[in-house]
Every structure is written in C-alpha cells, then in structure tokens.
Nanobody, 120 residues
Framework: QVQLVESGGGLVQAGGSLRLSCVASGRIRSIDAMGWYRQAPGKQRELVAA???????NYADPVKGRFTVSRDNAKNTVYLQMNSLKPEDTAVYYC??????????????WGRGTQVTVSS
C-alpha cells in the first residue's frame, strides 16, 4: 500500500502565505514526479506545480512567481510554498506522485486533499 498525506492548509488573508506538505509512505521503491493540483468549487482539477526527481519544476501561469515547489527525496516529501495568496487561490489542494512500489508496479497516487481558503 502507498499513501499520500497532505498537511498545511488553512485560512489566510489575501497577501499571506501558507506552506503545504505531502508525505508519501508505504511500500515505495522509487518516486518520479511529484506535484500539486487544485480544484475550486465548480471547476475542474488543475495542475499548480510539479517537480521531477532531479528537481526540474513546472508551474501553472497563475502561480508563477508566487508559488515554489520543492521536495526532499530522503523524506519522500513534496512541499508547496505559497506566497502573495489571492482569493482566487482558494481551492482544495491535492498532492500527486508517480510511484513504483516494491513489487515494481508503477502508478499515480493522490492524496485526499487539503483546503486552502484565502479571504479578501
């Protein structure tokens, strides 16, 4: 079994900051790309940021310059530092990871999500 567990969401005023964390645990052999997606009410889930195992990053245009994705491979953890938050960043944020388990099966895993609410 493999699990992803997010933490760090909450309520913050516009202009504030939050840091999300996501820890992967279980029968993990290796982790390739890790990332963050978000889904606002009535909207489709969208990519926020992603990072490869070697550290290459990719960001959605609305968050470029404000959000930073990073990872600690030794801890199987990915982070999302969110600065200059805007009300339109309000959404449930989901962690995502491409994982090979100890039986060499490769799959994409998702966390259950953490709520981020930005008040104006």
């Amino acid at each position: 079994q493999v699990q992803l567990v997010e933490s760090g969401g909450g309520l913050v005023q516009a202009g504030g900051s939050l840091r999300l964390s996501c820890v992967a645990s279980g029968r993990i052999r290796s982790i390739d790309a890790m990332g963050w997606y978000r889904q606002a009410p009535g909207k489709q889930r969208e990519l926020v940021a992603a990072i490869t195992s070697s550290g290459s990053t990719n960001y959605a245009d609305p968050v470029k310059g404000r959000f930073t994705v990073s990872r600690d491979n030794a801890k199987n953890t990915v982070y999302l530092q969110m600065n200059s938050l805007k009300p339109e960043d309000t959404a449930v944020y989901y962690c995502n990871a491409e994982i090979t388990n100890t039986w060499y099966a490769y799959a994409t895993y998702w966390g259950r999500g953490t709520q981020v609410t930005v008040s104006s």
